[in-house]
């Protein structure tokens, strides 16, 4: 391919979770010779990197693939990310898309992208990325992968079978990270992978161990991290839940709050237990999120009327709720007893209106300063959040973007804080 004075432009569309924004910024740094645009319309090429998490993540890029053809100029499409293993293949044959490859082949993309020719390349399911990582969205706060794949086999879940079993970054290219994006001014870090409680497994060593060397990297003022499962929460990890450089947030995955459908979904932790944790950790100030399924095939009137009587005893304050989508390829997708969409719709609701009053109740209740990360102004106020992963809107003559501040007053609304800085 023959390259002009100008180079050709890049737009990247990212679906899906945290670690495929990490995958995506692994990509723009190895993009030497094309320059990167916010704006699709003005694009050579668009890379898709997708989601597959559900069946209606795929309908949502292959949506957006087609409306990229309706552009006056349409790009070349480019696709990547978990929807290679699962719907690649077919968009490849039938001409929706340029060219595909997957997530090991990510850091080759300036060689990719500058081949004449169409190219498919799903690589394999075991590659570790070495690229560092030097700048990353917003001012202060950066997402750092930590491992990739996942060994627990969930009844609803692709994403092993797209990502692979879990393995683990190396602790020293994950120091040399964020010591690179610390010097560079970043204070904030969370910590991302398909399933973060794993790290370390095969090598020896574990989360707590990482967290206790990151805390000793000058500039890590604050690390939160993606979610974990309530097993990986060991008692080495609860001796460090009160060190200063930890966010007081967990999103620890419970999935559901039945016994029998924890069963059925193939999960691994129990009510019990879980319910014992997360008191634990709320005791310790902490505010706790949680992801929950509703209306898997199997989840009855009575089941469903049993979790939400467990689920009020448990101290949650965020909730990453999502009605039941059918995953090809996965056990779930066969199973019988399914729930009726407007059944899951009014259980999605009672969910997180529970949780929406834990939380303000949270905030109301809470007596001690809030620390923020201020990320944004818009709109005549500062944005940002606190220690416990809540947002405020700050109205202040000062310029906060990107400073830390501590506040003392503020209101609790419904739907997040309010407050003065001066």
């Known amino acids: 391919m023959q390259f002009s004075t100008s180079k050709q432009k890049v737009f990247f569309k990212t679906f899906g979770c945290r670690t495929n924004l990490f995958d995506t910024q692994v990509m723009m740094s190895n993009l030497k010779d094309f320059e990167i645009t916010q704006d699709e319309k003005e694009a050579d090429?668009?890379?898709?990197?997708?989601?597959?998490?559900?069946?209606?993540?795929d309908s949502t890029a292959r949506g957006y693939i087609n409306s990229l053809n309706r552009f006056e100029k349409p790009p070349r499409v480019v696709f990547t990310g978990c929807g290679v293993w699962t719907k690649g293949e077919n968009l490849f044959k039938e001409n929706k898309i340029d060219s595909l490859f997957g997530h090991s082949e990510k850091e080759h993309i300036n060689e990719l992208l500058q081949k004449d020719e169409r190219f498919f390349d799903a690589g394999d399911l075991e590659h570790i990325d070495d690229t560092i990582v030097e700048e990353f969205i917003g001012k202060s706060r950066a997402f750092i992968k930590i491992q990739e794949g996942c060994d627990f086999r969930c009844s609803y879940c692709i994403i092993p079978y797209v990502r692979g079993d879990a393995r683990s970054y190396k602790e020293d290219?994950?120091?040399?990270?964020?010591?690179?994006?610390?010097?560079?001014?970043?204070?904030?870090?969370?910590?991302?992978?398909?399933?973060v409680g794993s790290y370390g497994k095969k090598q020896h060593t574990s989360l707590a161990k990482l967290l206790k060397k990151i805390s000793q990297i000058k500039g890590v003022r604050r690390i939160r991290m993606g979610s974990i499962e309530p097993i990986q929460i060991d008692d080495e990890f609860k001796e460090l839940i009160?060190?200063?450089?930890?966010?007081?947030?967990?999103?620890?995955?419970?999935?559901?709050?039945?016994?029998?459908?924890?069963?059925?979904?193939?999960?691994?932790?129990?009510?019990?237990?879980?319910?014992?944790?997360?008191?634990?950790?709320?005791?310790?100030?902490?505010?706790?999120?949680?992801?929950?399924?509703?209306?898997?095939?199997?989840?009855?009137?009575e089941l469903w009327k049993e979790a939400m009587e467990n689920l009020h005893k448990f101290p949650l304050t965020h909730v990453h709720a999502f009605t039941y989508s059918k995953r090809?390829?996965?056990?779930?997708?066969?199973?019988?007893?399914?729930?009726?969409?407007?059944?899951?719709?009014?259980?999605?609701?009672?969910?997180?209106?529970?949780?929406?009053?834990?939380?303000?109740?949270?905030?109301?209740?809470?007596?001690?300063?809030?620390?923020?990360?201020?990320?944004?102004?818009?709109?005549g106020v500062y944005k940002g959040l606190d220690q416990h992963f809540n947002h405020i809107d700050v109205k202040s003559e000062v310029d906060l973007v990107g400073d830390w501040i501590f506040i003392e007053e503020y209101e609790a609304k419904r739907d997040k804080n309010v407050a003065e800085f001066k």
């Open 328 to 379: 090809d390829g996965t056990p779930s997708a066969t199973m019988k007893n399914e729930v009726r969409g407007d059944v899951a719709k009014v259980r999605y609701n009672e969910l997180v209106s529970i949780i929406e009053e834990k939380n303000y109740t949270f905030r109301k209740n809470n007596t001690k300063p809030l620390e923020v990360l201020i990320e944004s102004y818009k709109n």
């Open 45 to 57: 090429i668009v890379v898709i990197n997708s989601c597959t998490v559900t069946n209606s993540a």
């Open 173 to 195: 290219k994950i120091l040399e990270q964020i010591t690179t994006l610390a010097s560079n001014g970043f204070g904030e870090f969370i910590l991302t992978g398909t399933n």
């Open 242 to 301: 009160n060190e200063p450089f930890m966010a007081k947030h967990l999103h620890i995955a419970l999935q559901h709050t039945s016994k029998q459908m924890l069963q059925i979904m193939n999960r691994r932790n129990k009510v019990l237990s879980d319910l014992e944790l997360f008191e634990f950790l709320s005791e310790n100030g902490y505010a706790l999120g949680t992801d929950f399924i509703v209306g898997h095939p199997g989840e009855t009137d």
